[in-house]
């Protein structure tokens, strides 16, 4: 889609819609894995966004919040409700975790909405990350906590029994899906939206069609809105989901 | 877009000579290491932002409005006995107020009435001895009446003897005056 | 003529997307008819209504992915 041949040929027609997620760098010319990029200055935009909501929102310490300090306040017991109630009581020590995961998801894709900006949270390398961090936590709590009970969970034990060796093969499979599917629902979410954003920005330059892509580019951009939000909660809750696994492996 | 072909060295492997993505970017290996890096660094940021400041503080908010909520609600439990108790003390000084008004109100009555018991008896022994006064005058006048009429009847019995041409004998007219009168 | 190709099934893995979508619809419709039968219970289960989108976008997901590697990667 998206040629050197096409933009050469100086068409009326060009897209270009993986450009957006292009990794530049501020300074210089090379990316190593030092270098300060795109990346580095919206990841930056994430501390700050999170900083200026959660911690200095919350600096009066008001008995009667205001609007930031409400907003911090209800993400705090928005995640918190959300943990307890599925990991119960003693999931409540990882609260800073998920909350980590949740806040800068949840922000980062916000920010990625702004027009121009880099979109961290499009990128597998980032998500798979994230992914693989939860993946792990889960796996080495679940094996220090139960010790070798944690197998239990691959063993369905309410299950007959001819058919317990099958399930177990299918519940390993799954369980190793796991990351693959929790890193790339976000990233592939989000890439999603911002490419399909930027195709129909691209049939903007047709002066009769131009209306209509406008009009779609502020309906997509309507429903990236609540998928932004809507991923950050999916993963959030999936870790949780994980989580109680991690904590309690029996079906 | 960049318009302007740049150096291919500079471009590397994922962006073509016009600055345009060759393929997805997200499968661009040579960034890797570089997002892999900021973003761990960003989430230990974060993390040590959120579980050092932030977390506890927005904890100690919730919990501190949590108290002053229950701390509210047992001042308003308490200003409602109070206010019971008050109420209470109101009902019972009312209740007392109003035997001793009563009281009083028997007080006076009493007292009034004695006054007046006291007033009538007076009254009445006045007109009681007003009374006996009366009778006797009157009595008195009574039989000064009779005297009279005795002493007229005679005199006239006497005076019409003798206008009959009669011997007025005076004993003679007095006994029959008195024997008349009896009758 | 293989870049034609690989557009071809970029095209044929989309209609995954669709086939998610259908799934997508499945979970919250019948969420919903069941939402209405019970409202009391239905705020205690979105949790479970987001799980369950999540899983089968999962799926959509991932043929959307496969299209992304056709146009670009192949």
């Not at chain 1, 040929?9 to 300074?27: A, T």
Request: glycine share 6%; charged share 15%; net charge negative.
């Amino acid at each position: 889609m998206a040629t050197a041949t096409d933009a050469a040929e100086g068409s009326s027609l060009v897209f270009h819609p993986m450009d957006q997620f292009i990794v530049k760098p501020l300074f210089g010319d090379t990316i190593a894995w030092y270098s300060i990029t795109n990346v580095t200055l919206w990841m930056f935009f994430a501390i700050l966004a999170i900083i200026g909501l959660l911690v200095l929102s919350t600096s009066r310490r008001a008995v009667v919040p205001g609007r930031m300090q409400s907003v911090a306040e209800l993400s705090y017991g928005f995640i918190y409700k959300m943990l307890e109630d599925i990991c119960g009581k003693d999931g409540v020590k990882y609260f800073p975790y998920v909350m980590t995961l949740f806040m800068f998801i949840v922000v980062a894709n916000f920010l990625g909405l702004i027009p121009t900006a880099f979109t961290t949270t499009s990128h597998f390398a980032v998500t798979v990350v994230l992914a693989l961090a939860v993946f792990l936590t889960v796996t080495i709590l679940g094996f220090v906590k139960n010790g070798t009970a944690f197998l239990g969970l691959f063993w369905v034990s309410s299950a007959p029994l001819a058919l317990r060796p099958i399930l177990a093969v299918i519940e390993l499979i799954s369980y190793f899906v796991r990351p693959v599917s929790h890193s790339i629902r976000l990233a592939g979410n989000v890439m999603a939206g911002h490419a399909v954003i930027k195709v129909f920005a691209g049939f903007a330059a047709v002066a009769v069609i131009s209306p209509v892509s406008v009009l779609a580019i502020t309906a997509m951009y309507g429903l990236e809105v609540l998928v932004s939000f809507i991923q950050a909660y999916v993963f959030t809750i999936l870790t949780c989901v994980y989580l109680k696994d991690a904590l309690h492996p029996h079906h | 877009m960049a318009t302007e072909p740049i150096a291919a060295e500079a471009a590397g492997t994922c962006v073509d000579s016009y600055g345009s993505a060759i393929g997805m970017p997200q499968l661009c290996f040579d960034w890797f290491p570089n997002q892999i890096f900021w973003l761990v660094v960003t989430l230990v940021v974060i993390f040590l932002v959120l579980s050092r400041v932030a977390l506890p503080r927005i904890a100690a908010i919730l919990a501190e409005r949590t108290g002053t909520i229950t701390n509210d609600l047992a001042a308003a439990e308490d200003l409602k006995a109070k206010a019971v108790e008050a109420e209470e003390a109101y009902k019972k000084a009312l209740a007392d107020a109003r035997s001793e008004a009563q009281r009083i109100a028997a007080e006076a009555r009493a007292e009034i009435q004695a006054d007046l018991d006291k007033a009538i008896a007076k009254a009445d022994a006045e007109i009681a001895a007003q009374t006996a006064e009366s009778e006797k005058a009157i009595a008195e006048i009574r039989a000064g009446a009779v005297e009279s009429v005795k002493e007229v009847a005679r005199d006239t019995a006497a005076a019409l003897v003798t206008a009959l041409g009669g011997e007025a004998d005076q004993s003679t007219v007095d006994q029959a005056v008195d024997a008349r009168m009896k009758g | 003529m293989e870049g034609d190709l690989a557009h071809i099934g970029a095209g044929l893995a989309a209609i995954g997307s669709g086939a998610a979508a259908i799934g997508v619809g499945n979970v919250a419709g019948n969420f919903l008819a069941g939402a209405l039968r019970n409202p009391s219970a239905a705020a205690s289960q979105t949790a479970t209504l987001f799980i369950g989108i999540a899983f089968a976008e999962a799926l959509g997901i991932f043929s959307f992915l496969v299209a992304l590697l056709l146009m670009f990667a192949v």
